[in-house]
């Protein structure tokens, strides 16, 4: 597994790789160390590059943050070991639209199981690739925000830029 992080305009982000695909991305940090730190700590024994160790996705993740809204469907990823209601959480969530949001519990019907919508959560608290499989699309069943590893103000600010570029 490779590590590496790299600047944006929101703060640090991390990549972990492996030969099968994009297995973590790292939410902006405030610095560097503490990318660094977050990446070790979640890909333990990952070798850290320096360098880029794939620049299409650094580059659509960069533009992202910047307000473009680049399709992240052709990045292969290498999602762990995971119960398989969590993958289907997961595949369901890649499939939100930019701009749009799905409850829990819209979620956990999407995936087969329409009670399970705490379980949605345990499947997004786990999610090892935000942005590309899109946890911050997911609010409340009254819409409201709630749980989000990058913290609530990274979450509103990240749902607020997708709107503000789907409006032109």
Known sequence: MMLSVFPSNWGWLGLAVSERGLAG???????????????????????????????????????????????????PLDLPDSPPFWRKVWEACARIPYGETRSYAELAGVAGSPRAFRAVGG???ANPIPIIVPCHRVVGSGGGLVGFGGGLPQKKRMLEMEAAAMRG
């Open 25 to 75: 991305v790292i939410l902006p940090q405030p610095n560097e160390q503490t990318a660094w730190e977050r990446l070790h700590a979640e890909h333990p024994g990952g070798t850290r590059v320096d360098g880029d160790p794939w620049p299409e996705v650094r580059t659509k993740l960069l533009k992202y943050l910047e307000g473009d809204l680049p399709d992240f469907s052709d990045v």
């Open 123 to 125: 499947a997004m608290a």
